[in-house]
């Protein structure tokens, strides 16, 4: 499991360092996709082969091929260099702002790769207590932290 957040700097051609403590968990092929919410998802290889089953066991909706085009389409395998790097390519450091300083922050089963910038301003958690209260109220009165 991901957790914790760890500030990087991205270098012009699209390097950055992954943090020390995610990458034996990354393991040898990790893997970069689009993420929510302007971000970057960085998989082990093991949840990506999680994510494409749940992905193929949806109907075949229009909107279920258009989150799968999403996710698949747009995801590269990122191998991690001598020096812990990783290359973002560019279309994915556009759709993220990733230009100067990177926050990766660890989230269960993936990383989220922010800008700085992008993670700061959704780093508000004034609702967190409206927000536990909805999801108990989607995913049962048995929700707990």
């Known amino acids: 499991m991901f957790s914790g957040e760890f500030e990087h700097t991205i270098d012009p051609k699209g390097r950055v360092i992954v943090p020390a403590v995610f990458r034996e968990e990354l393991g040898d092929k990790p893997y970069v ?29 229009k909107d279920n091929r258009k989150l799968k085009r999403f996710f698949l389409t747009k995801m590269d395998e990122a191998e991690l260099d001598k020096q812990g790097r990783i290359l973002i390519k560019l279309k994915k450091r556009e759709f993220a702002g990733l230009e100067k300083d990177v926050v990766f ?14 993670y700061e301003a959704e780093d508000d958690y004034d609702d967190i207590e409206d927000v536990f209260e909805r999801i108990s109220d989607v995913n049962g009165a048995g929700f707990r932290l």
């Open 33 to 61: 996709s689009l993420g929510m919410d302007g971000c970057l998802y960085l998989y082990p290889e093991s949840a990506v082969k999680d994510l494409e089953d749940r992905l193929s066991k949806l109907p075949d909706t």
């Open 105 to 118: 922050a660890g989230v269960g089963n993936k990383i989220e790769i922010w800008s700085k910038a992008g």
